[in-house]
């Protein structure tokens, strides 16, 4: 017969999973608020220009979903990833692929340019 948890564990389990929440909750937060910044400073996008969701988590890192308010049709899946401490820019393309996008070559440039200066 099983034994059932004892309230240590049980308390022990609800610790450490708050814990995993707060951790994820504000590795989200600060993500965002690179991204944000980010197309602020290298794009001149205000944040009341498109609307920002978050995506989750993937291999890319945290994922956000940008909708620009004069594209409302295409959603670009913007990426941020924390590697040695420092957080990039990340771009994985928009949804629906068949319409034609304004930014895709500018995100897709900014790619290139942080390849090419993580080479250097």
Do not use: H, W
């Amino acid at each position: 017969m099983l034994k059932k948890p004892s309230i240590v564990f049980l308390l022990i389990t609800t610790f450490i999973a708050i814990l995993i929440f707060v951790y994820y909750t504000s590795e989200k937060n600060s993500r965002e608020e690179y991204l944000v910044q980010f197309l602020s400073d290298k794009y001149s996008y205000l944040p009341s220009s498109y609307d920002i969701e978050s995506g989750g988590f993937d291999q890319f890192g945290f994922a956000y979903l940008v909708t620009f308010d004069d594209e409302k049709t295409i959603t670009y899946y913007l990426y941020v990833q924390k590697t040695d401490g420092k957080m990039n820019f990340s771009y994985g393309g928009y949804d629906p692929v068949e319409k034609i996008s304004k930014r895709d070559k500018q995100f897709n440039q900014t790619m290139l340019e942080q390849i090419d200066k993580d080479r250097k």
